[in-house]
């Protein structure tokens, strides 16, 4: 079974930097966009930025000049590194995958969401 797992969130001043990892693990044929997501309580989730296998990269405006997105293919996994953060940017961060499984099946999962809170 495919799944998605994440690590690297917490409690950072304004400022602060914090770096959100998420491996996938099980029995992939291929991975294709990896990207993360955020929400906010009330709120609709929302695109953070995204990562193709050919390594492009897409940002929600608000995030870019601040956070990086990167993959390491062989290891299946993605990272968020997030300088300068903001208060605005404390939501719940979630791991996303689009993929094919070893049973040749289409996918797209999720993490199970990792906590980001900016605070002083």
């Known amino acids: 079974q495919v799944q998605l797992v994440e690590s690297g969130g917490g409690l950072v001043q304004p400022g602060g930097s914090l770096r959100l990892s998420c491996a996938a693990s099980?029995?992939?044929?291929?991975?294709?966009?990896m990207g993360w997501y955020r929400q906010i309580p009330g709120k609709q989730r929302e695109l953070v930025a995204t990562?193709?296998?050919?390594?492009?990269?897409n940002y929600a405006d608000s995030v870019k000049g601040r956070f990086t997105i990167s993959r390491d293919n062989a290891k299946k996994t993605v990272y968020l590194q997030m300088n300068s953060l903001k208060l605005e940017d404390t939501a719940v961060y979630y791991c996303?995958?689009?993929?094919?499984?070893?049973?040749?099946?289409?996918?797209?999962?999720w993490g199970q969401g990792t906590q980001v809170t900016v605070s002083s």
């Open positions: 990562i193709t296998g050919g390594g492009a990269t």
């Open positions: 099980g029995i992939i044929f291929v991975i294709y966009t």
């Open positions: 996303n995958a689009r993929l094919v499984t070893g049973q040749l099946l289409n996918g797209d999962y």
